[in-house]
């Protein structure tokens, strides 16, 4: 990893020019420039979506903000070249508050997930002493992902405020000898082989994660993503998805396009604070980059009547009022036949994906969203703190994240099982039933395929992830269920009730290695064309 240090005066121009996608005015061209990581404020209040140049300016008042507010001055010898004693020479001071670093990988390396990038420079600016870290007040600081250059190396930029939130200033002494060193660490902590370009979970801030360990708790980032992610899949409208959102005790706002107030573009989400506290925000898209608004979008049912429907319900989210309707699917109890009908779906998906060939990522990252999904509601529904529910639907939406969805075109028509999370989120909290251990055994199966999806497709790291959870925190829940027995299933057969015991199997046992006959197809057969599986069959509104 090759450190590149500059000094600077101007951070709206910086981070304009980090946020250009103009060829003709950057040095490279950069593809979808995105945060990575920044300081807590960064994060809480942008996701991963492409940054323009509003989102850029703003970044940098943010950043700028305790220059301003304090009025301090940071300056550096200014050099210029003498061509009579042909040397550079002391000329005076300028302004230099701003501190740039790129970080870039060699070409061979490949590329690095977000996540990865974002533990990187969370080390990184930890190191160069920037962060509270140092036992000093942090820097404002932010890192955004370039993607690849021209050269094939992978990059990112950091850019730091010198003045620290106290108003003073941070030392950049013997920084280019400190980076060279820290990037000599961080490449032993973190090997930097090629690890997937397919997909990128979101990281997290570190004093997030210090101080839900204080607190003794999960990271709200967690908690919130997995109601999210719950809610979203047991809805069938935008409507049904903010109440049931707010069903599940989270604060939901939206964010308006600009000029607008009825037009919806993305949303935040926190946990109702404690008394006398405020509440700490997230956007989708930092919780998930299949949790953004848009990407939710595309599995639920869509007209003009239940956009406005959508909008009245993100309008009462915004205000703090009560939903609009009372009335709505989230309010009733499915029929125990609903349960039968899932199943039947959840094994026919398990079967149809032994044709998927494993490099169908869009496919593969569907089938892993729904039973996440599912995985997330249940947990939502059964465990008063995150346990293998919650630990299972974490591992199966890395899956479901993948980094570049625009370059793997659409999923193939699959049996969907975005619905079984609504039976979840319905069902008893208190009692395990026969019905849910027949759903459960087809999840396994299905999750069973995402591992060894990954496990043929060489990425040992996500498929080693998916075992254990399986092994080691699935296993002992499964042997807490009743045996599965499906309700209301007369007419079918024996074998489509103990058929599932392979997947019972594979959660009590463990995931075992590779075998002949496996769920993924060892030659790839070519994807079947497109066909939309939404569960709606109006026209569309572009939002």
Same mark, same amino acid.
Request: glycine share 8%; aromatic share 6%; net charge negative.
């Given at each position: 990893m090759i450190p590149n240090i500059t000094r600077g005066s101007r951070i709206g121009g910086l981070m304009v020019y980090l946020a250009s996608t103009d060829s003709d005015k950057t040095k490279n061209a950069h593809s979808e420039p995105h945060l990575v990581a920044g300081d807590a404020a960064i994060m809480a209040w942008y996701d991963d979506g492409v940054l323009d140049r509003d989102d850029a300016l703003a970044i940098a008042k943010h950043l700028d903000r305790p220059r301003k507010n304090f009025g301090v001055e940071v300056k550096v010898k200014n050099f210029e070249w003498d061509a009579v004693k042909k040397e550079r020479v002391h000329v005076?001071?300028?302004?230099?508050?701003?501190?740039?670093?790129?970080?870039?990988? #060699?070409?061979?390396?490949?590329?690095?997930?977000?996540?990865?990038?974002?533990?990187?420079?969370?080390?990184?600016?930890?190191?160069?002493?920037?962060? *509270?870290?140092?036992?000093?007040?942090?820097? #404002?600081?932010?890192?955004?992902?370039?993607?690849?250059?021209?050269?094939?190396?992978?990059?990112?930029?950091?850019?730091?405020?010198?003045? #620290?939130?106290?108003?003073?200033k941070a030392s950049t002494h013997g920084d280019y000898k400190r980076?060279?060193?820290?990037?000599?660490?961080? *490449?032993?902590?973190?090997?930097?082989?090629?690890?997937?370009?397919?997909?990128?979970?979101?990281? /997290?801030?570190?004093?997030?994660?210090?101080?839900?360990?204080?607190?003794?708790?999960?990271?709200h980032r967690s908690s919130l993503a997995r109601k999210v992610r719950a809610s979203a899949g047991a809805s069938a409208t935008e409507a049904e998805f903010v109440r049931r959102a707010r069903n599940?005790?989270?604060?939901?706002?939206?964010?308006?396009?600009?000029?607008?107030?009825?037009?919806?573009?993305?949303?935040?989400?926190?946990?109702? %604070?404690?008394?006398?506290?405020?509440?700490?925000?997230?956007?989708?898209?930092?919780?998930a980059s299949d949790l953004k608004l848009g990407a939710l979008r595309e599995e639920w049912m869509d007209s003009p009547h239940l956009a406005t429907e959508a909008a009245k319900e993100w309008n009462a989210a915004a205000r703090n009022r009560r939903t609009v309707s009372r009335t709505g699917p989230e309010n009733a109890?499915?029929?125990?036949?609903?349960?039968?009908? /899932?199943?039947?779906?959840?094994?026919a998906l398990a079967d149809q994906l032994r044709t998927i060939p494993r490099d169908d990522h869009a496919t593969w990252a569907k089938a892993a969203r729904e039973v996440s999904g599912a995985f997330a509601a249940w947990s939502y529904r059964l465990e008063p703190t995150p346990g293998p529910l919650a630990a299972t639907a974490a591992e199966l939406s890395r899956t479901a994240q993948l980094r570049a969805p625009r370059q793997h075109g659409k %999923?193939?028509?699959?049996?969907?099982?975005?619905?079984?999370?609504?039976?979840?989120?319905?069902?008893?909290?208190?009692?395990?039933?026969?019905?849910?251990?027949?759903?459960?055994?087809?999840?396994?199966?299905?999750?069973?395929?995402? /591992?060894?999806?990954?496990?043929?497709?060489?990425?040992t790291r996500e498929a080693q992830r998916i075992r254990s959870v399986v092994e080691e925190q699935l296993a002992p829940f499964t042997g807490t269920m009743p045996k599965a027995?499906?309700?209301?299933?007369?007419?079918?057969?024996?074998?489509?009730?103990?058929?599932?015991?392979?997947?019972?199997?594979?959660? #009590?046992?463990?995931?075992v290695p590779i075998r002949p006959g496996s769920a993924v197809p060892t030659t790839p057969t070519p994807a079947k064309p497109y066909q939309p599986a939404r569960r709606d069959s109006g026209s569309g509104l572009d939002r």
């Open positions: 005076g001071y300028k302004d230099a508050s701003v501190w740039h670093c790129s970080l870039s990988l #060699r070409a061979e390396e490949g590329a690095l997930t977000d996540q990865q990038w974002g533990d990187i420079a969370n080390d990184f600016v930890d190191s160069m002493g920037f962060t *509270e870290a140092s036992g000093k007040a942090q820097c #404002r600081w932010a890192a955004v992902n370039h993607g690849t250059s021209e050269n094939g190396n992978h990059h990112i930029h950091l850019a730091v405020s010198l003045v #620290r939130e106290d108003g003073t980076a060279q060193e820290t990037c000599r660490e961080l *490449e032993v902590k973190y090997g930097l082989e090629e690890l997937s370009t397919v997909h990128a979970s979101r990281g /997290y801030d570190r004093a997030e994660k210090a101080t839900a360990a204080r607190e003794k708790r999960e990271m599940t005790g989270l604060l939901v706002r939206p964010r308006y396009a600009k000029n607008t107030t009825d037009v919806i573009v993305g949303y935040s989400v926190a946990e109702r %604070p404690k008394l006398g506290e405020r509440p700490i925000w997230f956007g989708g898209g930092t919780l109890t499915p029929p125990a036949e609903m349960w039968v009908e /899932y199943t039947r779906s959840a094994t %999923p193939v028509a699959l049996p969907s099982i975005a619905g079984t999370a609504m039976l979840f989120m319905a069902a008893s909290s208190k009692n395990k039933t026969a019905a849910q251990t027949a759903l459960m055994v087809q999840l396994i199966n299905t999750a069973f395929a995402v /591992y060894e999806m990954h496990a043929q497709s060489g990425r027995v499906l309700v209301g299933a007369e007419q079918q057969s024996t074998s489509d009730v103990s058929g599932p015991a392979r997947a019972v199997d594979i959660a #009590r046992r463990g995931l």
